[in-house]
């Protein structure tokens, strides 16, 4: 029997992990990383700002020619946070989804240059699917910020 790859569950039990974990005196994952949360943020906004122009575009002007740079430029800084994320110890969990994130970007830039276009339903699935990967990217993040006595995050 196949088994289904549900990146969702992934990132629910992630997002539990690491809010269970920020409780505990032993750390068992990395610090906070202000840069690594920046380009989070950046990355996802150039992937929503990508996918928004795309469904501005007639489906004819969808063409995988016209969008081959952006892919580049989205690959790249995909690929410099997993590098940011694979030097910091205790990251397995931040890796393993810039990783998922960076292979579907991949996955989906060969799907686009195999059919020449995307519908209107593929733009707006794959825009909710990295709306919903890099939020938990930049949640899981944030909830790395130590809070002070007085409720303050260092």
Known sequence: MNKIYCPNKALWLLLAMTFLLSG????????????????????????????????????????????????????????ALQNRQMIRPMNELTLKQVEIT????????LRHKAADSLSDFLIKR???????????MIKGEEAKQKVTADGKKI
Request: charged share 35%.
């Open 126 to 136: 794959r825009k909710s699917q990295y709306q919903r990967l890099f939020l938990a």
């Open 24 to 79: 505990c005196a032993l750390q068992l994952v990395s610090d906070y990383d202000e840069k690594s949360l920046e380009s989070m943020e950046r990355v996802a906004q150039k992937v929503n700002r990508f996918y928004l122009g795309l469904s501005y575009k007639a489906k004819d002007e969808r063409l995988f020619k016209a969008s081959h740079s952006a892919y580049l430029n989205i690959e790249a800084d995909l690929e």
């Open 102 to 109: 960076l292979k579907l970007w991949r996955e989906d830039r």
